[in-house]
């Protein structure tokens, strides 16, 4: 006789594929899971590594901005100093011609000649004057022509004042002062 088993088998076999279905996919979400969890970690990880790598770089870019600040600072300061040795150099080597001016000055104003102001623009001269005549002011323009420490003169205004009982004439003259030692220094460095 044919043995049949009436026993739920199919149900028990269902039943044990239901729970290792349950168990395999219990199994597959827990690693799915710790993948996302370990992948998220990473690139966490890696995150944050770049973020402190980018602090560091700002700090030191913080720093070295400050140092070109101070570097520009200094040569700001330098540059001010630069020019004051400059200008003192210059002050230095053109201490005396304004003695070598006014001895010239002496030498070139004739008698009958009076200066009455001598104003000074770098190196151009201004002398207003009363002479007793023209003859005085054109002796004064050959004597500075003459000159070693003045050049270029040039009579702007030569008039006659009535006013007074002396027939006196009023004169402006322009001439540069020159330094016949910077010449000299050219034609050595030269």
Do not use: C
């Amino acid at each position: 006789m044919a043995k049949i088993n009436l026993l739920p088998w199919r149900e028990e076999l269902r039943a044990q594929r239901n729970q290792e279905f349950g168990v395999i996919a219990g199994v597959s979400a827990g690693l799915a899971v710790l993948i996302i969890v370990g992948i998220s970690t990473f690139y966490y990880q890696l995150i944050e590594n770049q973020e402190s790598r980018n602090k560091f770089m700002q700090d030191e870019i913080t720093k070295l901005e400050n140092k070109i600040k101070a570097i520009k600072d200094l040569k700001a300061k330098k540059e001010r100093l630069l020019q004051r040795i400059t200008t003192i150099q210059q002050l230095q080597t053109n201490r005396t011609e304004i003695v070598h001016l006014f001895d010239e000055t002496v030498k070139t104003v004739p008698d009958g000649v009076y200066l009455k102001s001598l104003a000074q623009s770098g190196s151009n001269l201004t002398m207003t004057g009363v002479a007793e005549s023209n003859t005085r002011v054109s002796e004064m323009v050959r004597n500075i022509e003459a000159s070693q420490w003045m050049k270029d003169p040039k009579i702007n205004v030569i008039s006659r004042n009535k006013n007074t009982a002396l027939q006196t004439n009023n004169f402006t003259l322009q001439l540069k002062q020159s330094n016949p030692n910077s010449k000299k220094k050219e034609e050595d460095e030269g």
